[in-house]
């Protein structure tokens, strides 16, 4: 079982920056695909970006060139940095871990996360 606790998030201008980050618990999180979602008010929940068991990396192209996902395998953390954001970013971000361990899953469909955090809310004014 893994829990994942997402903090971060908050109000910032278009153009600012916010790092959130996603606890989780657990021993096979360096064993997990991990993505972070998103979902604006009357939208369905959107991809944004994935970080494989590897290291590899896939963003959406919404946000290719001003978000970064890293992990950090020994304090069981993924991070998403965020930069140069914009109104349209507005949302609640979710983190993800794939439901199984080293898959070479597609990592864009929320279909291949098993385990979901409770979300962390950003608004972007502009």
């Known amino acids: 079982q893994v829990q994942l606790v997402e903090s971060g998030g908050g109000l910032v201008q278009a153009g600012d920056s916010l790092r959130l980050s996603c606890a989780a618990s657990g021993r096979t999180f360096s064993s997990r695909n991990m993505g972070w979602f998103r979902q604006a008010p009357g939208k369905e929940r959107e991809f944004v970006a994935a970080i494989t068991w590897s290291g590899r990396t896939v963003y959406a192209d919404s946000v290719k060139g001003r978000f970064t996902i890293s992990r950090d395998n020994a304090k069981n953390t993924v991070l998403l940095q965020m930069n140069s954001l914009k109104p349209e970013d507005t949302a609640v971000y979710f983190c993800?871990?794939?439901?199984?361990?080293?898959?070479?899953?597609?990592?864009?469909?929320?279909?291949?996360?098993?385990?979901w955090g409770q979300g962390t809310q950003v608004t972007v004014s502009s």
């Open positions: 993800a871990a794939d439901r199984g361990l080293y898959r070479n899953s597609d990592l864009v469909r929320a279909n291949d996360y098993g385990y």
